[in-house]
């Protein structure tokens, strides 16, 4: 079973279209997760029928029990998130402020505050309209995607895989460089970076790259609207050449991209030959020798 | 001296978890008597932040001089390096039995930390 | 109601659950026709990538340091117990045989553990998240945030930046942060109204309703502008119609307006149907929060 998972940076630069398309073309071979939760798309283009769904807890939060509160205002004070506040005479936690660093739970002198498991969001396990097993997530209110959701959600991707006995397991993977991402490279077997030809498509490009070779993936790249910027084009290609990336494709700025979206489609569905090769092509690179 | 795995499961047949904060568990081996005992890691699993150096603390904590693992970030290297652990890493489907036998020759790879 | 000069003094932000969708296209604008009533305070808190000054460069900013609390061990003090380590949430503080070490990038600057050292070894230290850039010229102050490269306290400096003092009372503008998690919720959250920003696309109206619940928990007062406005999609009207949600203003799909604003330029100064449409956006925007209060 091979994992691959799908990066670049920034919003914007085609990684979610690319990825729903490698997933129209793989079909019931490769289950799909998306692990962008911040900004999870790909249902949108999948339909998916849910068969099951379930809680996810991340992180905790303070809940003050009034019955031992004596109001002596000491969480108050030593929030450092600003979400104690007077109101009506006592101390209310605000939910959305509270980070959960338990500094109030220690400090309080009459053990009125406990913290508790904090429900950051649910998971699903689905299946898409392509007959690809698709693994999501939904945030809850003000939720942060973190490592550990990304972790679960590849986590419950490669149980499926296994189970099924699928050869492939595509993921849709988070923007930036923090810790979510950090979360999705692990246990990877090739990374998929797409990224656009502008300074910022190079830059991002680039902190990518330093992650892959700290922890020593395979990868390659895609050049999503190569024609948007000719010198960014010939810098990022240097760049791929100097790290022995592989540069499988470059794609012109196409209006199809904008298009199939806009109907709820894939780019293998839109009727533009040239994408539809294009995307074959990183499809069969991807999946070759399996 | 005692090595560090990070370990998908109990026992010598399970394999190493490539992942380190993150991995479901420690497999702990004493390299004078061969006996090995298990460390759960289900706490770092479900952290929310800082899995990596809450697992370092961890296998710290078990006396280990030497972790066997996929690859350790760059927060926990430092860690482990602050600790004098050195880290060395496997291709992925290795057993713990397996990387055993390849640490005990001295063929596994060290991580530059 | 009448305006007079100076007497616009509400806070209103713009924010938009994705980035690109037109935020800084908005709050720009909107700035640039407020002047023409009274003094404009703009913040643009959009701190990974804050570009509201690429449109006013005739004010010049300057930078101060924004620094947040991390924790500095003093050794010599230091009886390595360890409690540090245990009531850290955040694992940002290691304890070893013979050190302590501690992990700024992962440090929530939550105070715990120099509440909590039993020998009282553990002082606070500083370290640079990011910069406030803030310069006046005629009736506007600019307020920038810039977060460093590779932090991620994105809502700490947030918090700061809407701290910076403010040089005339009149309208204050505010360029949230994209998304739906903590840095909007601070940008938004005692401000008297948020203009939303959708585009009318699939992606768009499910990022843009992310953000209508966000706004509906929390309990902030908004409206929506659809911008990109194609003629035959009526996709987000639809969608407004059904929740019972306001559309603000329409601002249309057009190849003048991207140029202009591609450029740098502020479109209500080159194109004067595209400037009604603000004026009309602040016009009713002053209405509401007007109307709320009464």
Sequence with gaps: ?????????????????????????????????????????????????????????????????????????????????????????????????????????????????????????????????????????????????????????????????????????????????????????????????????????????????????????????VINKNDLNEESDRAISAFCREHNIPVVERIPFHPAFYETLEQGKTLIESDNKEIIAKIEHIYQYLTKGE | MKVAFTAQGNGWYEKVDLRFGRAKGFFIVDTETDQAEYLDNTQNLEAAHGAGTSAAQSVINTGAGALVSGSVGPKAGSVLKAAGIEVYTVEGGTTLKDAYNLFKQGKLKKQVL | MDTEEGDVKMKIAVASGKGGTGKTLISTNLARVALEQ?????????????????????????????????????????????????????????????????????????????EMCPSKAISEGKKQIGMIKHGAKDHLQLISGLLKVGESATTALIRDVKKFPIQKSGLQIYDAPPGTSCPVIETVKDLDYVILVGEPTPFGLHDLNLLVQVLQEIGQPFGVVVNKAVTGNDRIEQYCAQKGLEILAHIPLRSDIAGAYAKGQLVSEVLPDVKQIFQELLETVTRKVNGAVA
């Design chain 3, 38 to 114: 009274g003094s404009v305070t703009l913040f643009d808190l959009d701190v990974e990538e804050p570009n509201a000054h690429l449109f006013f460069s005739e004010v010049e900013q300057k930078s101060e340091p924004v620094e947040k609390m991390i924790p500095v061990v003093d050794v010599s003090i230091c009886e390595l117990s360890g409690v540090c380590s245990k009531v850290c949430e955040y694992h940002a503080i290691i304890t070893l045989a013979n050190q302590v070490m501690v992990f700024p990038e992962l440090c929530h600057s939550c105070y715990g553990c120099l």
């Design chain 1, 1 to 221: 079973m091979k994992e691959i998972v799908i990066m670049s940076g920034k919003g914007g630069t085609g990684k979610t279209s690319i990825t729903a398309a490698l997933g129209a073309l793989a079909g019931s071979k490769a289950v799909m997760a998306d692990c962008d939760v911040d900004a999870a798309n790909l249902h949108l283009l999948f339909d998916p029928q849910v068969e099951h769904e379930e809680d996810f807890y991340s992180g905790k939060k303070a809940v003050i029990d009034y019955d031992l509160c004596t109001d002596c205002g000491i969480c108050e004070e030593k929030c450092a998130f600003d979400a104690i506040h007077w109101q009506d005479g006592r101390v209310v936690i605000n939910d959305v402020s509270c980070e959960g660093c338990s500094v109030c739970f220690h400090l309080c002198p009459v053990d009125a505050i406990r913290m508790e498991d904090n429900l950051a969001g649910k998971w699903y396990r689905a299946k898409s309209r392509f007959d690809n097993p698709f693994v999501y997530a939904h945030l809850g209110i003000g939720q942060e995607n973190s490592g550990k959701l990304v972790s679960k959600v590849k986590q419950e991707a490669k149980k499926v895989a296994e189970e099924l006995q699928r050869p492939f397991i595509f993921v849709d993977g988070p923007p930036g460089v923090g810790c979510p991402v950090i979360s999705s490279l692990s246990n990877a077997d090739h990374i998929l970076i797409v990224t656009e030809a502008t300074e910022s498509g190079l830059h991002d490009l680039q902190r990518l790259v330093e992650l892959t070779e700290y922890f020593k993936l395979s990868a390659s790249c």
